[in-house]
């Protein structure tokens, strides 16, 4: 089985890399917390004699970041690692090299550096062509003994920053971590309790801001008191992550267990282990094109209506509070219609979102191809639509619930308050402003089904340049163009009491996904019929899905409607240079469990995810022209 070095050093060749990678048994990283930077520190480059004994002496090498304070509570991360020693003569014939070898306390051997004369001219070890830069902690170098070790190895190598910290760490590395047995390629271990004064401190910090933010300022202290990331990190016991890396995935798992449940976020995602069971049947009937796609069994009913309470008095406050406020009825009628969406939220939800990307690529090339103004307009809306492509949510509720709620918006969008709101808003005031009202029917849905578009207006051309200031003619003045529309459409979906609702740019498109959610429609094209989740569908969790990096690549449908085509399709391959729906579709698994917690704490939170090598692959060729 492969392992994995965590932090070897860049100044290691392929050759050493390769030998790291043969001989290191488990990476166990230990730590209470990081600042940025830190990891740089975890590194097998060391002094040369330190890594020449992990690669002659078959070392066996254990990592732990610890904690401590330095001054006023800002942590403090120092850095550890422990090899196994396979001959102890052998180590001491290496050591005494560049190194005294000092007996310290319970029969452990201080490696003490010789101290060697410094050159007399300017030395160029990095090879860059000029002189180094002296560092002023040159000379404090790395601690490191060897000592007795409970294990397999008789001896291990012990090295941490000072001798401070190698005095705390000394045992645990000799005799805690050797303990340890597992068949992972990765664990780390991370126990936040040192981090606890520093985070109760920036916790204040925050609380003290809002308190002196102004008018409203009560509603956002609440939020933050309700959903405070600080608190949930107090809430924390500890956090263990384990990655096995395979010759076609990695696998790899996240648990947080949690000692309390002050925070709202570990009462919302931390409370309810019964909710678990395989993917709902409402999940497989997604279309098997998805690019993302996830569910979830529930929230806890508390949490969902404080957040649904809380979030809305937030999204009130915040239109009123903007330099252009909105009139306080309209901002309360925008707010009451947010709350009654996250009011839908409660029972199983399921999401998927995707792209054609053949169509897309088609619509691309065919605007491309356009030679006149007029064919450009149009085959540039004609390739947004595509691009745009299609998402779904489905919700555990009827339709005489969620119906109601999509009209509050299209209702709100007629105000007039709000209506002058936008256009004031707008960044481009010769435009109309975007509505949102009800659409036509649309033929072989059921009869109570609705149909909503919202219009966005764009310029019809990309502006020409503002002349220099020393041109000598001035422009010729033409007249504009008349915009070009795009439409959002929203169908909303009865389904034997749950609902639908499918969105997206292109009406065809929408239609089809919408059919093919429907009770009697073949379930050939849908995510019943994907192999590669099967995990989801026969292990227990209470939320879980997967992507894609074309479904993250991209971005949501309202999202491209609200863009002028002509501005996004002057750029950067919208596509990222896909072609094929091969390309970029590797699906990562992943999925979210609650578990029973262990005597003395609270809950237990599990993520889990599979990454196949070819997800890898996808990230590296069109990451980077994606994001």
């Not at 560092?135 to 401070?164: H, I, S, Y």
């Not at 051309?461 to 007249?479: G, M």
């Not at 993520?607 to 994606?626: F, H, M, N």
């Amino acid at each position: 089985m492969r392992r994995l070095v965590v932090g070897a050093s860049d100044e290691l060749d392929s050759e050493h890399r390769a030998a790291a990678a043969d001989v290191a048994d488990l990476v166990v990283l230990r730590g209470e917390g990081l600042e940025p930077g830190a990891e740089d520190r975890l590194d097998l480059a060391g002094p040369p004699d330190e890594v020449e004994l992990l690669h002659r002496l078959d070392g066996r090498e254990a990592g732990r970041i610890a904690i401590e304070e330095r001054g006023r509570g800002k942590p403090k991360p120092t850095v550890a690692y422990s090899a196994a020693i396979r001959s102890l003569d052998e180590a001491r014939a290496i050591l005494s090299e560049k190194n005294e070898l000092v007996n310290g306390e319970n029969g452990a051997l201080k490696i003490v550096p010789k101290k060697a004369a410094k050159p007399s001219q300017p030395q160029d070890r990095d090879g860059d062509g000029s002189p180094d830069v002296e560092d002023e902690n040159d000379d404090d170098d790395r601690k490191c003994v060897l000592a007795p070790a409970f294990g397999p190895a008789a001896w291990r190598m012990v090295c941490a920053e000072t001798d401070q910290a190698l005095g705390k760490i000394l045992p645990y590395m000799t005799r805690g971590v050797t303990r340890i047995t597992a068949d992972q390629d990765i664990h780390i271990e991370a126990y936040p309790a040192p981090l606890r004064k520093f985070l109760n401190a920036a916790h204040g910090e925050v609380s003290r801001d809002l308190a002196r933010s102004g008018p409203g300022a009560q509603v956002l202290a609440d939020l933050m008191a309700a959903y405070d990331p600080f608190e949930l990190a107090l809430d924390l016991d500890h956090a263990t992550l384990d990655a096995k890396l395979g010759d076609a995935a990695g696998d790899a798992s996240l648990s947080l267990v949690f000692r309390e449940k002050q925070s709202g976020l570990t009462k919302a995602f931390a409370s309810h282990p019964e909710l678990a069971g395989p993917a709902p049947a409402s999940f497989l009937r997604l279309p098997l094109d998805s690019d993302v796609a996830f569910y979830t069994h529930g929230f806890d009913a508390t949490e969902l209506d404080k957040a649904r309470t809380l979030g809305g008095d937030a999204l009130v406050l915040g239109l009123q509070g903007s330099s252009n406020a909105l009139p306080p009825s309209d901002a309360q009628a925008i707010g009451n219609a947010f709350k009654n969406t996250v009011g839908s939220l409660s029972g199983q939800l399921v999401y998927a979102r995707g792209v054609d990307v053949v169509q897309a690529r088609a619509a691309l090339s065919a605007f491309a191809a356009a030679k006149d103004d007029a064919s450009k307009a149009k085959l540039g809306k004609a390739a947004i639509e595509q691009v745009a492509g299609w998402e779904i949510v489905g919700l555990e509720q009827p339709i005489a619930k969620v119906g109601p709620n999509v009209k509050e918006y299209a209702t709100a969008f007629t105000r007039p308050g709000i209506v002058k709101w936008m256009k004031e808003d707008d960044s481009d005031p010769t435009m109309p402003v975007t509505t949102f009202k009800a659409g036509a029917a649309i033929a072989g849905l059921p009869a109570d089904s609705l149909h909503f578009e919202a219009t966005f207006f764009h310029a019809a051309e990309v502006p020409p340049p503002p002349p220099a200031s020393n041109a000598k003619q001035k422009p010729i003045a033409r007249a504009p163009k008349p915009p070009i529309t795009t439409k959002l459409h929203v169908v909303v979906i009865a389904d034997q009491g749950h609902t639908w609702i499918v969105d997206g740019m292109d009406l065809p498109t929408v239609t089809a996904k919408a059919k093919g959610l429907m009770p009697g429609a073949p379930d050939t094209t849908t995510l019943a019929k994907r192999a590669d989740i099967e995990a989801l569908r026969t292990r227990s969790s209470n939320a879980g899905g997967f992507f894609n990096i074309q479904g993250i690549g991209l971005d949501l449908p309202i999202a491209w409607a609200n863009r002028t085509p002509a501005y996004e399709l002057a750029g950067d391959d919208p596509l990222g240079g896909m072609t094929s729906p091969q390309q970029g579709a590797t699906a990562v698994p992943f999925m979210f469990t609650e578990t029973a917690p262990p005597a003395g704490m609270q809950g237990v939170l599990v993520l889990s995810a599979r990454v196949p090598k070819e997800a890898v692959t996808d990230g590296i060729s069109y990451g980077s022209k994606l994001f």
